[in-house]
């Protein structure tokens, strides 16, 4: 689907302590078809970094992308139109994980941790998922310029907070299938220390595998996967935990640890 550029704005906003991405912002906005907009933001925070680009933003609907996402063409066209169809408040698009080139052991798994799979149709939602890759009308916000708290700056779940009393107000939530989006996750020390931090949440959930099971994959993927797959993705989280902590965790005990046949 096309989009007018005469309509749409682009807001970059830069969350280093100092203003490290205005240079190569300022390039890209000299070749833009439409308005580019760099914001620094040097207090450190996704809440910070999102309220920021709120208050900077003039449209009536925004769109998310977080840092390490790449949107292919009609990206935007077709979240728009989803939302369209729908009169969604808010519409979420797929995302596909691409796992670096020299991650091999375990590169299925990862790809399908950083990945948020959905319906394969158009459809109303009845929950929402994270803030990347969605699109978000500003008259159904609580509120317009600051709508993510701060209190979630640095433990994560701004939007899940944001989400969850929208949906409390009645906001419709919309899947669009075909506006999906690319995700490089970082192979740096913030992502190690977030893959250790979820797995040890699901060794400490071991009496429920079902807890367990929703821990590490995503919540539209419960219902579709097969169980076969679920349990070698779950035995996979078994060994990369005992990996990232230094120990021998085996194919037997990662099993009898992380999955049950039901």
């Given at each position: 689907?096309?989009?007018?550029?005469?309509?749409?704005?682009?807001v970059?906003?830069?969350?280093?302590?100092?203003p490290?991405?205005?240079?190569?912002?300022?390039?890209l906005?000299?070749?833009?078809?439409?308005?580019?907009?760099?914001?620094?933001?040097?207090?450190?925070?996704?809440?910070?970094?999102?309220?920021?680009?709120?208050?900077?933003?003039?449209?009536?609907?925004?769109?998310?992308?977080?840092?390490?996402?790449?949107?292919?063409?009609?990206?935007?066209?077709?979240?728009?139109?989803?939302?369209?169809?729908?009169?969604?408040?808010?519409?979420?698009?797929?995302?596909?994980?691409?796992?670096?080139?020299?991650?091999?052991?375990?590169?299925?798994?990862?790809?399908?941790?950083?990945?948020?799979?959905?319906?394969?149709?158009?459809?109303?939602?009845?929950?929402?998922?994270?803030?990347?890759?969605?699109?978000?009308?500003?008259?159904?916000?609580?509120?317009w310029?600051?709508?993510?708290?701060?209190?979630?700056?640095?433990?994560?779940?701004?939007?899940?907070?944001?989400?969850?009393?929208?949906?409390?107000?009645?906001?419709?939530?919309g899947?669009?299938?075909?506006?999906?989006?690319?995700?490089?996750?970082?192979?740096?020390?913030?992502?190690?220390?977030?893959?250790?931090r979820?797995?040890?949440?699901?060794?400490?959930?071991?009496?429920?595998?079902?807890?367990?099971?929703?821990?590490?994959?995503r919540?539209?993927?419960?219902?579709?996967?097969?169980?076969?797959?679920?349990?070698?993705?779950?035995?996979?989280?078994?060994?990369?935990?005992g990996?990232?902590?230094?120990?021998?965790?085996?194919?037997?005990?990662?099993?009898?640890?992380?999955?049950?046949?039901?």
């Open positions: 689907t096309k989009v007018d550029f005469a309509a749409v704005e682009l970059v906003v830069d969350n280093d302590a100092v490290s991405a205005r240079e190569m912002v300022n390039a906005a000299a070749e833009a078809p439409f308005p580019v907009r760099y914001v620094h933001e040097p207090r450190a925070g996704v809440a910070y970094a999102r309220n920021a680009a709120m208050a900077a933003a003039f449209g009536d609907t925004v769109a998310f992308l977080d840092d390490d996402e790449e949107a292919p063409d009609g990206w935007l066209g077709a979240l728009l139109a989803a939302r369209a169809r729908l009169g969604a408040d808010v519409v979420f698009g797929p995302v596909r994980a691409r796992a670096p080139d020299s991650l091999v052991r375990h590169r299925r798994y990862f790809e399908r941790f950083f990945s948020r799979l959905g319906p394969d149709e158009e459809r109303v939602l009845d929950s929402y998922f994270g803030c990347g890759n969605s699109l978000v009308r500003r008259a159904a916000l609580p509120d310029t600051t709508p993510f708290s701060l209190e979630r700056n640095h433990i994560g779940g701004e939007d899940d907070l944001l989400f969850g009393q929208m949906q409390a107000r009645g906001a419709v939530f899947w669009a299938a075909d506006a999906f989006v690319w995700e490089d996750p970082a192979p740096g020390l913030a992502k190690r220390a977030q893959q250790r979820i797995l040890e949440l699901a060794e400490n959930a071991r009496p429920n595998p079902v807890t367990i099971e929703k821990l590490i994959e919540p539209a993927q419960r219902g579709v996967a097969r169980r076969k797959e679920n349990r070698r993705t779950i035995q996979a989280a078994g060994e990369i935990l990996e990232l902590r230094g120990q021998t965790f085996g194919r037997e005990k990662s099993h009898a640890a992380f999955a049950q046949e039901r």
